[in-house]
């Protein structure tokens, strides 16, 4: 069966040759993941380790590696509402159950991802189903009494647990409270028991394309990385050494508890990583930083 399926999709990819090529990446990232997700779950069902997502997506044979490994997570993430929701919408019947990998690859895409190179037999099927697939996961969000998709994650045990997603809020261009109602619109948010002006998302939340992101107003930085300036907890008009600042998070975090006053020296042995920390303090509003070499820090100090 297997080869037949192969043949199958060969002239699917060459009829989206003409597409873009944000439509030809997605549309092999998808069939790479759904490769990677099958063996990761064979290993599973067989109750033996699976070689790591990782190891299995670095391998030569993967080409767009970097959106495989993000479609192959986030399907794990999603994957028990994608098995009810497919089920109770009789969607993944048995003319489709030799690809069913890719059904949830496609699933996820069509409802949480970027729904782009839909061209090949699996899209066009999901795509037909596509009303009756969002129909159906808004009637499980209504009976579970949740009101976001990553809630409806907490009421299934068999779901991939994931981390959850920090954020640290830059009080030089906001205050904690106006982050949270920003980002109430989208996801649940609470505030971090420990770290101050961190909050704590579901985890998998995606907010690299949101505006406050964009605008260093808030900044994706994990908790421990976080803690190192609170544990320093400088006081404004300090003078403060960053050793090695790029990209940049733990210095635009000083700056904000000094509340931009005093001086903070940082820096970077790394050409490229300078230009990454440059631009993060420049959108931080942070004016207090100061670029220098390694080599001219005694001058600096004295």
């Known amino acids: 069966m297997a080869p037949r ?44 380790a699976a070689a790591s997502i990782k190891s299995l997506v670095y391998s030569p044979s993967v080409r767009n590696k970097k959106a495989t490994f993000a479609l192959v997570c986030q399907t794990l993430k999603y994957l028990q509402v994608l098995k009810d929701v497919l089920a109770a919408s009789n969607v993944l019947s048995a003319k489709w ?84 109602r920003d980002l109430e619109r989208i996801t649940k948010v609470e505030k971090d028991e420990m770290v101050p002006d961190m909050l704590v998302l579901p985890g998998g939340t995606d907010l690299h394309k949101h505006p406050l992101v964009l605008d260093r107003s808030i900044f994706l930085q994990g908790k421990a990385s976080s803690m ?29 508890l000094m509340k931009g006053k005093g001086q903070i020296i940082a820096c970077e042995i790394n050409e490229r ?16 930083i100061l670029f220098k070499s390694f080599f001219l820090l005694n001058q600096v100090i004295l």
């Open 97 to 180: 159950k030799m690809q069913a990998e890719l059904i949830y690859v496609t699933a996820y895409d069509v409802l949480f991802g970027q729904k782009i190179g839909m061209t090949g037999a699996v899209e066009k099927h999901i795509m037909i189903h596509k009303h009756v697939l969002e129909s159906t996961l808004l009637k499980f969000c209504a009976n579970k009494g949740v009101k976001f998709i990553e809630e409806l994650l907490l009421h299934n045990p068999s779901s991939v647990v994931a981390k959850p997603r920090y954020i640290r809020v830059n009080t030089l261009k906001m205050n904690t409270e106006c982050a949270i």
């Open 5 to 48: 399926s192969e043949k199958k999709e060969k002239p699917r990819a060459r009829k989206i040759s003409g597409g873009s090529a944000a439509e030809r990446s997605a549309y092999f990232a998808r069939r790479e993941a759904a490769r990677v997700l099958r063996s990761v779950l064979q290993g599973d069902a067989r109750r033996r």
């Open 228 to 256: 190192v300036a609170v544990a320093l907890s400088p006081k404004p008009g300090w003078k403060v050494l960053d050793a090695c600042a790029a990209p940049g998070n733990k210095t635009t975090h000083l700056a904000a």
């Open 273 to 288: 990583r300078i230009k990454h920390l440059e631009y993060a303090v420049k959108c931080s509003g942070a004016h207090n």
